[in-house]
C-alpha cells in the first residue's frame, strides 16, 4: 500500500510541473498585448512603457516563468493586472462559490442519474429502459449555455419565481442561495448525470449477472431487495469515484454556465481573464485548480484501491 | 397570564416596528452593468464602465450638463488667463473627504499631480499640458500650461479631474483602488470582483439634500439578455446599455422606463491606409475607392435592420445635434451607381478583396455581414473576421487589417473624438493617416477657446478627412437605460453616466 | 427426436459468426441505438446534399424580412439579416457535424498511435506520455480549446483543431489501458513466440482488438465535439460570419429570443438532435461489442 502511494505521489509532482509550463506557456501563445489591452482606449505609448516594465512583460519567456514559479513556491500566486488584487485573495473569495455549485450540481447529477441508471438496468430494453435513458441523456446533449438562456427565461422573466443571475452566499442568506444557485446547478448537473447512468448501469448489469446475485436469487429473496442490497452496493464503488472525478471538472469547468447566470466562480474569471490576457489570474488559478483535481484524483485511486485488493498488484 | 402575552405582544410590535422602519428607512438601489469595472482608482482606471461607479464616489472639479457646458462640481468657477497659458480654478468650501480630511487647494494639487506623475497613470496623457500647478490660496488654485489648450476644462469634466484624499492615497500607493477614498455622494463600502461592489451614502457629502437613496449595490451581468431579464423581475433597479433590439420589449412592459440620450462618441470603420504591408491595397492607396465604399452603404437601411432605427446615422466623428457638426458635410445618401463609377474611374477591374476585422460581438457581427453585403453589391469583397477583441486590439496596432469595424465612447470636447485619431503619429491613429494641414488645423482648434473660431478650425479638418481620411463614421449609438418605475428624478446625460444625485426610490 | 431429423451438418459451414456481423445483429436489437444510426444518417445525407436539399441560399440577405415568423415562404423563419433559418440550418449541418467529425478524426489520429506506444513501448516513454497527458487532463477542457483557438486564430477549421488536440489525451488513455490489458494476452504472446517485430504486433494483432472500446468513445466523443464547437462559436471563436453554423446562429439568437425564438429554437435542437443522436449510437455501439452483455 505505502509503495502504491509513493508511486502515485511520484507522478502527480511532474505532472504539475507540466501544467505550469503548459498553462504558462499557452498565455505567452495568446495574440494580443496584455499592457494594451489594460489601457483600453488609452493607448498612450508612455503609459504603455510603464505598464510592461511593471510586470515584466518585456523579459524573455523562460525569465517570466521561472519569476513566476519562484512566487509560487514561496506562496504567492501573482497579482491581477487589472482588479490590482492577489489571485490568492481572489481564489479565497471565488472558492465558496464553486465549491457550492460544484456540489449542488454533484446532488442533481446523482438525483438523476443513479436511479435512472438502476430503471435502466432492472428493466432493460423496456419502455422505463428507454425513458430514462432518454431523460439522463437529454443534459449531455443540450448545449448548457444554451439550456441556461431557456430556464431564465422560463422561471425569471416568464414565471417569475427565480432570480435571473447572480450569486447570494449561503452564509448571508440560505433560501436566496438556493434559489440563485439551482438553475445553474441543474445545467452542470444534467450532464454529469448521463455520465452517472452510464456507469450505474453498467455496473448494475454487471453486478446482477454475478454469481453472488444469482445465489441469492435461487435462495428466493425478494427480487427488489436482492438487487437494490447487493448489486446497487457493488455498483456504487465506481460510481462514486467517478462522481469525485467529475466533482473535480466541476471546479474550473462550469466556465459558460457561470458566465450566463452571472455566479462569480472559478470558471467565469478564468474566461474573462483569459480574454482581458491578465495572465496572472489564469496561471494562478488554473494552477490551483489542476492541483485539486489532480489529488482528487490520486484520492479516488487509493479509493478504489483500498475497496479492491486485487487491484493492488 | 395577561401581563406576560401583554408583554410578549408588545416586543413583538417593538420588534416589527424597529425592523419594520429600519426596512423603510433603508433605500437601495440595484444597477447592473454590462461588464465588471477595472481597478477603482481614477488614476489607473480606464473602462468606461469603471466611470459610472465613479459617479457615485468620486466627484470631479467640474461636470457636465445636457449641453455638454462645464459646470461647477467640486469647483465653482474658472478663467483663463488672455494668452491662454493659465487656469484660475476656485474651489467649493466646505467639502470633506469620505474619511474627514477637508478637501483644499492643497488636495486638488496633490490629485492633479498624482494623475500627472504617478507610473501608469493613464490620465497623464489626457492634462499632459499641465506643466505647474500653483497654490494660489487655500481654495483656488492656478494651473499653468505648457501651451494653450482648450479642451482641458473637458478633461477636468472626467476622469483626470477627479479629487482623492491625499491622505489615503499616499497611504495606499498604487492599492488605492481596493478601498478608494473620494469626496463623491456615496462611500465606498465593498467590492467582491466580479460579482457586486456596494456603496453608501455619505453623511457629509456637499449637496447631501440632495441625495436620497441610502445604499447602492452596482452588480455586472455581462449578457443583455439576462441583465433586461433580471430588472423585469425586479431583481435590479436600473440596467444600463440596453440592445437596441430591446427597446420595443421595454416600452411595451408597464412598469419599465426607458430613458436615453445620444452617445458622445460614434462608431465606424477604421481603414489602413499606411500601416504595414496590408495596406498595400486599392482602398488603402486610392481615396477614391474609399469614397465608392461609403457610397454603397445605406446608413439608414443598416440602422433600421439592425437596430430597429433606434440609433442615429452620421458620417463626422461628433453626431448631428452637436455644435461642432459640421453642416456642410451631410450624411450621403447610398449611391452604387457611382460608388461603381468611382472604382472604375481608379482603374479597378473586379471586385475588391479586404479583410475586414470585427471584434466580436453580437452588434458587431450583424453590422459587419449588413455592411458586407451592402458593399458588395457595387463591387467589394468583404471577408469578415472575427476576432477576440483583446486580439483586435495589437492587430490594429501593428497594421495586420484592412478594415476595423470600432467604435470609440466619445468625450465631452470634440479634441477627444478626432485628435488621436486623426493627426500624425497620434497614439490610436491606425489607420496611419498624415496630413500636415491637418495637423495645423487640429492645433489651432486646440488653442483657441472660443467655440465659433474651433469650429472654423474643424472645417478645414472635416474637409479633408471626410474626403480621403483613415475613419469612415457610420452611426451614433444611443445611450439605453432602463429603470423600473420605482425610480424618480432620473435624467440621462450623453456621457452615459449613471449619476444618483437627485434621483428617488418610490 | 431421432438422428435422421437432426439437420446434417455439412463440412465447411462450421465456422464462427464473423464478430462484426454479430456486433451488428447485437446492434439491430437496440432499438435506441437504430434510432440513433438513424438520425445520424438523415444529418449526415442532409449535411451532404444541403446545396440541393436547401430551399434559399444561407448568406441572401434581406431588409424586407428580417426575423419573420415561420412562415410557408421560409417554414422555420428568417434571422436577424433576414437570412432563411432552414436554409441556414441545413447549411450548419455541414459546419457542426464535420467540426465532430474532422476533432474525433484528429484526436484518433493522434491519440490511438501515441497511446500504442505509450502501452506497448511503456517504461520512460509512457511515464512521458502519462504525465503530459495527466497535465493536459487537468487543465479545463474549454479553457484549453479557448486558448488553442484563439492562438491559431478564429475559424472554424482551427476551432476544430483546437478541438481535435483537447480531446486526444482522452484517447491516449483509454488506447493505452487496452493495450496494456491486451499485452497479456495469449495471442500476443503466441506472435512474439513466432518472431513478430514490435510494431507489426501493435498494428496487425494489438490495434485490431481495441477497436469496439474506441469506436464507442469516438461516437461519443463526436458529440462532445459539436457542442464544443456550438461553445466556440457562441464566444465567436469558430465560423466566421456570414457561413453558418449551429453555433454561431445560437449566437446571433440569444439576443433575440424573446422576439423570435424559432431563430434560437431551430439550431439548438438541431444539435441537441444530433448530439443526442451520436450519444445513442455510442451506448448501442458499447452495448453491442461488449462481449459480457448478451
Known sequence: MLAFLTQRLLQVIPTLVLVSMLIFGLQQLLPGDPALIMAGEERDPKVLEEIRQQYRLNEPIPVQYVYWMKGVLSGNLGESMRLKSSVASLVAEKLPVTLQLAGMAILVALGIGIPAGIISAVKKDTAWDYGANLFALWGISTPNFWLGILLIFLFSVTLGWLPASGYVSLAENWRSSLATTIMPAFVLGNAIAAILMRHTRSAMMQAMAADYVRTARAKGLYERRVVLKHA??????????????????????????????????????????????DYAVVQGVVLVTATTYIMLNLLADIAYVLVNPRLRA | MNISLRLIAFSFALYVALTGSAAWAQSHLRIGLAEDPDVLDPTL????????????????????????????????????????KAVTIRLRPGVKFHDGEPFNAEAAKYSLERHLNMKGSFRMPEIAAIDTIEVVDPLAIKLHLKAPFSPLLAQLTDRAGMMVSPKAAEAAGDKFGLKPVCAGPYKFVERVQQDRIVVEKFADYWNRDQVFIDKITYLPIVDATVRLANLKSGGLDLIERVLATDIKAVRDTPKLKLISAIELGY???????????????????????????????????????????????????????????????????????????????????????????????PENRAVAEVVQSMAAEAGFDLKIRVTEFATSLKEAEDGNFQLFLIGWSGRSDPDGNSFVFQTCNAPQNNGKYCDKEVDAAHAEARAKSDPAERKKAYETVARKFLADGSVLYLYHRRVLVAVSDKIEGYRQMPDGLVRVVGVKLK | MTAATLPAITPGEAHEENPWARAWRRLRRRKGAMVGLAVVSLFVLVALLAPWVAPYDPVATSWSAVRKAPSWAHWLGTDEVGRDVLSRVIWGARASLSAGLVSVGIALGVGVPLGLLAGYAGRWIDAILSRIVDAMLAIPFLILAIALAAFLGPSLSNAMIAIGVTATPIFVRLTRGQTLAAKVEDYVEAARAVGNP????????????????????????????????????????????????????????QRFIA?????????????????????????????ALDPRHR
Open chain 1, 232 to 277: 446497487l452496493r457493488n455498483a456504487m464503488t465506481p460510481v462514486i469515484t467517478l462522481g469525485a472525478l467529475e466533482f473535480g471538472t466541476l471546479l474550473s469547468g462550469a466556465v459558460l454556465t457561470e458566465q450566463i447566470f452571472t455566479i462569480p466562480g472559478f470558471g467565469k474569471l478564468i474566461v474573462d481573464s483569459v480574454f482581458n490576457r
Open chain 2, 45 to 84: 482606471a480606464r473602462t468606461y464602465v469603471g466611470r459610472i461607479v465613479f459617479a457615485s464616489i468620486c466627484d470631479k472639479l467640474f461636470d457636465i450638463d445636457e449641453k455638454l457646458n462645464v459646470v461647477p462640481q467640486l469647483a465653482l468657477g474658472h478663467e483663463t488667463s488672455a494668452d491662454g
Open chain 2, 267 to 361: 462608431f465606424g470603420i477604421t481603414m489602413n491606409l499606411a500601416n504595414g504591408p496590408k495596406a498595400d491595397n486599392p482602398l488603402g492607396k486610392d481615396a477614391r475607392v474609399r469614397r465608392a465604399l461609403e457610397l454603397s452603404i445605406d446608413r439608414d437601411a443598416l440602422n433600421q435592420v439592425v437596430f430597429n432605427g433606434e440609433f442615429v446615422p452620421g458620417n463626422q466623428w461628433i453626431n448631428p445635434t452637436n455644435y461642432y457638426y459640421q453642416q456642410t458635410f451631410p450624411i450621403p445618401k447610398r449611391d452604387v451607381a457611382k460608388a461603381k463609377a468611382l472604382l472604375k474611374e481608379a482603374g479597378v477591374t473586379g471586385p475588391v478583396a479586404l479583410d475586414f476585422m470585427v471584434p466580436n460581438g
Open chain 3, 259 to 287: 422576439q423570435a425564438p424559432w431563430m434560437a429554437f431551430w439550431p439548438g435542437f438541431a444539435i441537441f438532435a444530433a448530439v443526442l443522436s451520436f450519444n445513442l449510437l455510442g451506448d448501442g455501439l458499447r452495448d
Open chain 3, 198 to 253: 514490435h510494431w507489426r504486433i501493435a498494428l496487425r494483432h494489438v490495434l485490431p482488438n481495441i477497436v469496439p472500446p474506441l469506436l464507442v468513445q469516438a461516437s461519443l466523443a463526436i458529440a462532445g465535439a459539436i457542442i464544443a464547437e456550438a461553445a466556440l462559436s457562441f464566444l465567436g471563436l469558430g465560423q466566421q460570419p456570414p457561413s453558418p453554423s449551429w453555433g454561431s446562429m445560437l449566437n446571433s439568437a
